[in-house]
């Protein structure tokens, strides 16, 4: 039988929501394989957005490597300081570009390597943070993710008509975002009540931050799409796109959260 798009994409999501689950049971090291994985497939989208093909595969594979050192550096505390892998990096491509430069002057592309380091700062940097989190906290916060992507999917379907931001994202209305909103928010509450120790009204506020960021990545990541010409980054996910398509919410979220938190104790 012959899945629809939108079965396709229920499917995946449940799969998925077992995945985590599982991975969380087993431990600290599965979540360290399940984050490497993870950073390499959509680091690797991010890049192929720029370089199609064979095009600066060089660089791809440098980038991509770099970041399954430092994840891997960052979960399993192999010498101390994960940081170092990013250092190396950036001499690296420091290095890359000297060399283009004094070969080909004017044909060197400052850009690309700007993009090789924005790569490693916009996925295994800010996915490492995971690697800080408690289990509850890290179930609030792709719980969050995810409600606020498929709040918005299902009202912006039924009701959407509106749009926010057609010039980055033709296709996000006002009705879903608020659809995102407000799944996000008793997502964000229940977990915190059942899973959390502060009052019910931080969660509350929590919510609302974490619903905020969830749309601000997914726009971030739309106008990457529409700036390269890319309709999904990828096609891993069937019913989704892309590794970078399912995670682009997480990506703002996870970081806003650890500054929350770190103001504020909800665990």
């Known amino acids: ?21 599982t991975v969380l049971y087993l431990g600290h090291a599965a979540v ?3 984050i490497l994985l993870v950073s390499l497939f959509a680091l690797w ?12 595969i060089l660089l791809k594979v440098l980038g991509c490597t770099a970041g399954i050192l430092f994840v891997l550096d960052t979960g ?7 940081v170092l892998f990013l250092a190396l990096l950036f001499w690296a491509a420091w290095l890359c570009f000297l060399v283009e430069y ?13 993009i090789l380091i924005g790569g490693i700062v916009y996925l295994p940097l800010v996915l490492s943070l995971i690697l800080t989190l408690s289990i509850p906290e890290i179930m609030l916060v792709f719980g969050g993710a995810f409600a ?8 912006g379907s039924l009701w959407g008509e509106r749009k926010i931001w057609p010039q980055v994202s033709p296709k996000k209305t006002w009705m879903g975002s608020g659809g995102g909103m407000i799944l996000c928010l008793i997502v964000t509450m229940i977990l915190g009540l059942f899973l959390g120790t502060a009052p019910w009204w931080q969660y ?8 905020v960021a969830a749309q601000l990545g997914d726009f971030f990541q739309s106008s990457l799409k529409r700036w390269t010409r890319v309709k999904d980054t990828g096609n891993i996910l069937p019913g989704h796109g892309g590794m970078l398509d399912r995670i682009d ?9 650890v500054l929350y938190s770190s103001i504020i104790t909800v665990f």
């Open 148 to 155: 606020s992507d498929i709040g918005a999917y299902y009202a």
């Open 76 to 82: 399993l505390e192999i010498t101390n300081s994960p």
């Open 249 to 257: 919410s997480v990506l703002l979220l996870l970081p806003v959260y």
């Open 1 to 21: 039988m012959k899945l629809s798009s939108h079965q396709k994409r229920v499917l995946t999501g449940l799969i998925l929501f077992f995945i985590l689950i």
């Open 45 to 56: 989208e991010f890049y192929s957005m720029f370089w199609t093909g064979t095009r600066r």
């Open 32 to 34: 360290t394989i399940v």
């Open 102 to 114: 004094s070969r080909r002057k004017e044909k060197a592309g400052l850009e690309d390597y700007l």
């Open 204 to 211: 509350l506020i929590l919510g609302v931050v974490l619903g």
